[in-house]
């Protein structure tokens, strides 16, 4: 056979083509879907393309009245043109069902509404702002007549909503397939045992959980440094506490992948973790005896921060105020953290250390007095594929867009170096921040699961689309 052959001269030109691209490609076909790396990789595209749609306020009403938001937002214009005291309003809780189909959201002011998303974007490329106040941009709009703080969607029934507010012991849970103003069941704390009396904060609920694996079963933090678990064919009260050991709010709760490590991050800066998994007190057997389950570890963030030289080198890191804990949907080791000074990161749970930050300048470098800001709990939210976090700003108005891939590769990897980027190939590759611009200072953000929109929830009570430019289409 060899007879046969002709021997090739050598070459020192480059052959055309690239095996590993070629792998690549065949790989996608394979499978039948993108690596997060190319996800990751187009990732800049993306967030150059997001501009703010349209703003949709929230102009409803109750009868011949306007519902309390609106009536809010009304004379707050008023009261801030002759300095009086301002009235409580601002979208303060916001969620997409799993597919994306409908939206929920309430606001201080006690508004609970559903919107149909399909419906909200079509309307933003459609007619003017004056002809969308005819109400037809929600479904359900219901007046609870207290502050709510946070609302959920029951991950194994997609007809409930459950609200909840850090001034009130009840939990509302809603049907959206009834016409009706009314909850269809209502759950109560009930007293704990380790409760102290004479406490002059509100014992009312901050966030609330369901179960991935059972629609009966759902937890909620409160004001007190506790979590009750409810599992809804007992009744309503709560079968399962755990607590802290301190009298500290957790403003936000997350359950893992699996259902078995509950993480909740404190007003103190620290990230508790309880393990629901085995014994007497676990996730699977509940019953109305177990009043307490110990405490699997807790995490000062100040702490964690302490060992980043080179952020400890340029600030002083003092313990902070956590708003907000989310779990990436794309990377499931990887719990981004956000705090009352507007810095945002991501907690390794693997290993448990930070692995990316985000430190935007203080307010008061741009004259801004943020103050107020404190005052409201900030809620970031994951894009579904390419773990890009969309977060409040802390002063301005607008949203920052955050790569928090994990990969040195991100920009706001801690062991990201910007000279060793440039130097290499992947230079063309390497993702950074981008702040969007949006016309009204933003509380809370939700990533719509399938197509990368987001709403945007005001502190003025309206939703904001934000999503591909049209005109780059």
């Known amino acids: ?8 001269s050598p070459s020192h030109e480059t052959p ?44 409803y009403h109750m009868g011949d009245e306007c519902c309390p938001t609106h009536l809010a937002r009304i004379t707050n214009a008023g009261n801030q043109a002759v300095q009086l005291p301002l009235k409580r309003e601002g979208i303060s809780g916001l969620e997409f069902d799993t597919k994306g189909i409908y939206l929920a959201s309430v606001t201080k002011s006690g508004c609970l509404t559903v919107h149909d998303f399909e419906t909200l974007y079509c309307m933003s490329y459609g007619p003017s702002e004056s002809v969308l106040e005819d109400e037809r941009k929600q479904l359900i709009h219901i007046s609870t007549s207290q502050h709510l703080e946070v609302v959920r969607w029951n991950i194994m029934n997609q007809d409930e909503v459950a609200c909840a507010s850090r001034q009130s012991d009840k939990l509302l849970i809603f049907d959206i397939g009834y016409i009706s103003s009314e909850p269809i069941e209502v759950l109560e704390k009930g007293r704990s045992k380790f409760s102290l009396t004479g406490c002059n904060i509100y014992d009312g609920l901050s966030d609330i959980t369901f179960s991935k694996s059972d629609k009966f079963r759902l937890l909620a933090s409160d004001t007190r440094g506790f979590v009750r678990m409810w599992d809804r064919r007992l009744g ?8 802290t050991n301190l009298q500290s709010p957790i403003n936000s709760i997350q359950l893992d992948i699996e259902d078995r490590i509950l993480f909740g991050a ?3 800066g620290v990230i508790y973790t309880w393990d629901l998994r085995g014994g ?14 110990p405490l699997l570890t807790s995490m000062k963030i100040a702490a964690m921060l302490e060992k980043i030289t080179s952020l400890k080198a340029q600030t002083t890191i003092l313990p902070k105020e956590i708003h907000s804990i989310n779990f990436n949907p794309s990377c499931p ?17 693997n290993d448990l250390n930070v692995t990316h930050m985000h430190c935007p300048p203080p307010a008061w470098l741009d004259g801004v007095d943020s103050t107020s800001s404190f005052l409201d709990m900030r809620k970031p939210s994951w894009l579904s594929l390419c773990s890009i976090y969309a977060a409040p700003s802390h002063s301005g108005n607008g949203i920052h867009l955050l790569d928090f891939y994990p990969d040195t590769r991100s920009g706001c990897h801690v062991e990201y170096n910007y000279h060793e980027t440039t130097l290499s190939k992947e230079s063309s590759r390497a993702i950074h921040s981008k702040f969007i611009h949006l016309s009204e200072p933003v509380a809370v953000c939700a990533a719509h699961p399938l197509n990368g929109a987001i709403i945007a929830g005001s502190k003025q009570s309206s939703l904001l689309l934000v999503s591909q430019d049209a005109g780059r289409g």
């Open 280 to 293: 007497r007190a676990s996730f699977a057997f509940q019953s109305h005896n177990q009043v307490h389950h």
């Open 16 to 59: 055309k083509g690239h095996l590993s691209s070629l792998w690549h490609q065949t790989t996608t076909e394979l499978n039948g879907r993108f690596s997060s790396s190319y996800y990751h990789g187009v990732s800049r595209l993306l967030l150059d393309s997001y501009v703010e749609a349209r703003a949709f306020g929230h102009h």
């Open 1 to 8: 056979m060899e007879r046969y052959t002709v021997p090739l």
């Open 333 to 349: 080791y990887q719990l981004a953290f956000h705090l009352d000074d507007g810095w945002s990161g991501v907690l390794n749970t």
């Open 266 to 268: 404190s007003e103190h």
């Open 236 to 243: 309503s009260l709560p079968c399962l506490e755990l607590t």
